[in-house]
């Protein structure tokens, strides 16, 4: 599976974790990435009604599906994907709960995090890493 980017958003909005594929560069295409990402906040905000955590497919183009995730705590996290590649459902469920898994232990097990600040953590950088493949 191609995942071109994701975004951990907490629940003001704003963005604490972004991830592209590459993101040593700095291009219009990862500008534009975010972008897609960012925008499809709106559909969360009409997919939360049926309170389940994983949200499903969010909005998808000719590129790329964006799967989304809300917590409880109504943070976010959003994953898109080549739109080239065949994923189920139930396979960005699992990716999703694990990378909310994986925020969880991170922010919780930081006595110095602070709720809704970007999160600087290399663990988390490696499990995202691995996921990325």
């Known amino acids: 599976m191609s995942i071109l980017a994701l975004s951990i958003v907490n629940n003001h909005n704003t963005p604490v974790l972004i991830r592209t594929r590459n993101p040593k560069s700095e291009s219009n295409n990862e500008i534009d990435l975010l972008f897609k ?15 389940e ?13 964006i ?35 994986h925020f969880v232990d991170c922010t919780t097990s930081n006595p110095f995090y602070v709720h809704g600040q970007p999160i600087h953590s290399k663990h988390l950088m490696r ?6 493949g």
């Open 67 to 101: 799967y989304g995730y809300c917590s409880a705590t109504n943070n976010k996290i959003l994953l898109m994907v080549a739109n080239n590649q065949t994923i189920r459902d139930n396979e960005a469920r699992a990716i999703l709960k694990t990378l909310h898994n």
């Open 37 to 51: 990402l960012h925008s499809s906040l709106d559909v969360i905000d009409e997919k939360q009604l049926n309170r």
């Open 127 to 132: 499990k995202i890493d691995e996921i990325f």
């Open 53 to 65: 955590t994983f949200l499903g497919l969010l909005t998808q183009s000719d590129q790329y599906k």
